[in-house]
């Protein structure tokens, strides 16, 4: 599928990821929501629903609010449940996730907080080698998987393989998208109602060298409050690409294996 000839029907925005969380537990050089350059801080469940409300209201079409970061389980109100259930409560249409790296697992916190991700439809991990490593190996972090199953067999578990690391980058020349990109219908709501077209919005929000270039963007971040309809939403999240994209390399899909990053992380950052 070329970017000039996306169809639009595959491009219905379905989920709303709310940005919990700003920091993680891991450092990684290139996180697509620019964590490691992120300030600590976490947001409340209530301080997202003056925007949620607005799309309610406005009958845009998504059907999932998943909780992002950073790492969600290092927020106090993930880890015991409120945030998960005020949006139940509030949203009953709607189906409620989690994406996490999985630092947290431990036999001893998936009997903990299996009673909280009983009331989620379904939980995103991220499997990355660091964190498969703290764990004690592939073997171990399978067990705890299947331990997170036994415990909540109604939340669907998925495991997405991140051994192959995604890099990306901005740069201030303009490059032609010739393809479609993975993360160009990540959809991430900041407290304050900016919503980003993709992860990446946010991450080069966060990190100082490209900052300047995402606030060149007029399509990359979405203010709520000034959005007058529901056709004004909807062909802002159904353009592609944007501007930002040709900016980014992030659409060519550039991967390189952990084992050849691991020296660069080092170098960067604390891990």
Not at 11 to 39: D, H, Q, V
Not at 58 to 67: L, N, R, T
Not at 218 to 240: N, P, V
Request: glycine share 4%.
């Amino acid at each position: 599928m070329s970017a000039e000839h996306s169809n639009v029907e595959s491009r219905m925005m379905k989920t709303i990821n709310l940005l919990a969380i700003e920091y993680c537990s891991l450092s990684c050089a290139y996180c697509s929501t620019g964590a490691p350059f992120a300030k600590k801080i976490h947001h409340s469940a209530e301080s997202f629903c003056k925007y949620l409300d607005l799309l309610v209201a406005k009958q845009i079409p998504f059907d999932y609010i998943s909780i992002t970061g950073g790492e969600p389980f290092l927020h106090p109100e993930v880890r015991d449940g409120s945030f998960f259930q005020l949006l139940k409560d509030r949203y009953p249409s709607k189906k409620i996730g989690v994406t996490t790296n999985f630092s947290w697992a431990s036999v001893k916190n998936i009997i903990k907080y299996a009673p909280i991700i009983r009331m989620l439809r379904g939980m995103d991990i991220s499997m990355y080698v660091q964190v498969v490593d703290r764990l004690g190996g592939q073997e171990k972090f399978n067990r705890l998987v299947e331990l997170l199953k036994d415990e909540c067999p109604n939340t669907h578990i998925t495991i997405y393989d991140q051994s192959a690391f995604c890099m990306w980058e901005l740069h201030n020349d303009v490059h032609e998208v010739k393809q479609p990109c993975c993360t160009s219908d990540c959809f991430i709501l900041k407290p304050n109602g900016e919503l980003s077209h993709c992860s990446i919005a946010i991450g080069a929000q966060n990190t100082p060298e490209y900052n300047a270039i995402v606030k060149m963007s007029r399509d990359a971040i979405l203010d709520l409050s000034k959005i007058d309809g529901r056709e004004e939403f909807l062909s802002w999240a159904w353009k592609y690409p944007f501007d930002l994209c040709f900016h980014c390399t992030m659409w060519r899909a550039e991967y390189m294996e952990w084992q050849l990053l691991l020296p660069l992380q080092k170098t960067l950052f604390h891990l």
